[in-house]
C-alpha cells in the first residue's frame, strides 16, 4: 500500500533549497546545478505516473536527482574521452610506506571534511524543515544567503524587530533540533 | 548607571543573536558581557547560539537566491500547466 504522495506544486518550496545544496556539494557550479535541479523536477513530472509511494517524496527526487548528477559526469567525462588513473608506487624501495603516507595525505583528510560537512549540512536541512514556513525562510536569507538585514526586511514586509524576533525562535529550534540529531552523535 | 549596564535575559539573547551576525554595537557587546559573568541561561545561551553559528560556517550550505528560485518555479509551472 502506498504511504507517500507527490504534490508537485510544493516541490520548489520544500526541496529546491535541499537538492540544490546537494547538488552544489557534488558539482561545484551554481548554473550548472540549477540545470540539474530543474531536469530533476521535469524527469519527476514525467515520471510520477511511476511513483509507488514507498519512498518520501524527498527520497523519490533525490534518487532522480542522482542519476542525473551521474549523467552530468558520464557526459563531461565522454567528451574529455579518458578516465584518470594515479598510481603512486612504482618500486619495491617504498611498498609499504602507503600506509603511513596515506593517514598524513590532505586530500584523503579533506575527503573526510567534505563528507562530513554534507552530512552536517543535511542535519542542518533536515532541521530547517521543521520551522514554520516564515521562519525558515527568514533563516535562510540571514544566516545562508548573508542578506543584510534591510534587505530581508524590504523584501519580506517586516520590520526589524519583527525580523530579530523571528530570527530568535528560528536560531533556538534549529540548536534544539541540531543538538538532538547532531552535537550529540 | 546600573540601569544603564544590566539588561534583561531577554535583551542579552537579542545581543546574542545580533552578534551572530555581526550586527551588536560595542556598547552592546559590553551590556552582554557583564550579564554573562552572573547569568548561567545567557552563558547557556550564547554557547548554543555559537555552536550553531558555527555549524552553519563549517557546512558550507548554499541555498538558491529568491530570484534563481523564481526562475526554477516558474518553468517548473509552465511545465505542470502543459501536462494537466
Known amino acids: 500500500m502506498s504511504n507517500h504522495l507527490l504534490n508537485p506544486n510544493k516541490w520548489i518550496e520544500l526541496y529546491s533549497d535541499y537538492l540544490f545544496n546537494y547538488t552544489i556539494s557534488r558539482i561545484n557550479d551554481r548554473e550548472i546545478a540549477k540545470d540539474i535541479i530543474q531536469d530533476t523536477f521535469f524527469a519527476g513530472l514525467k515520471s510520477m505516473k511511476n511513483f509507488k509511494g514507498e519512498a518520501s517524496e524527498r527520497t523519490w527526487l533525490i534518487s532522480i536527482l542522482k542519476r542525473k548528477i551521474i549523467d552530468y559526469y558520464r557526459k563531461i567525462n565522454s567528451t574529455k574521452g579518458q578516465a584518470e588513473v594515479r598510481m603512486t608506487y612504482s618500486n619495491d624501495d617504498n611498498e609499504g610506506d602507503w600506509l603511513e603516507e596515506r593517514v598524513e595525505d590532505e586530500g584523503y583528510l579533506n575527503a573526510l571534511d567534505t563528507l562530513e560537512n554534507t552530512e552536517l549540512g543535511d542535519a542542518i536541512y533536515d532541521c530547517m524543515a521543521k520551522l514554520p514556513e516564515k521562519q525558515a525562510t527568514v533563516f535562510k536569507m540571514k544566516s545562508i544567503l548573508n542578506y543584510d538585514t534591510e534587505k530581508i526586511c524590504n523584501e519580506l514586509k517586516i520590520t526589524p524587530s519583527n525580523l530579530w524576533v523571528i530570527i530568535h525562535r528560528a536560531r533556538t529550534s534549529m540548536a534544539e533540533c541540531l543538538e538532538k540529531n547532531w552535537f550529540k552523535l | ?84
Open chain 2, 1 to 84: 548607571m546600573l540601569r544603564l549596564i544590566l539588561i534583561s535575559k531577554e535583551e542579552a539573547y537579542h545581543i546574542c543573536d545580533k552578534s551572530q551576525y555581526c550586527e551588536s554595537t560595542l556598547w552592546e557587546k559590553i551590556k552582554l558581557r557583564l550579564r554573562y559573568l552572573w547569568c548561567p541561561n545567557t552563558r547557556n545561551y550564547v554557547k548554543r547560539n555559537k555552536q550553531l553559528t558555527y555549524a552553519i560556517k563549517s557546512s558550507n550550505l548554499d541555498c538558491l537566491h529568491y530570484s534563481e528560485r523564481k526562475v526554477i518555479a516558474d518553468r517548473l509551472n509552465r511545465h505542470l500547466k502543459k501536462q494537466m
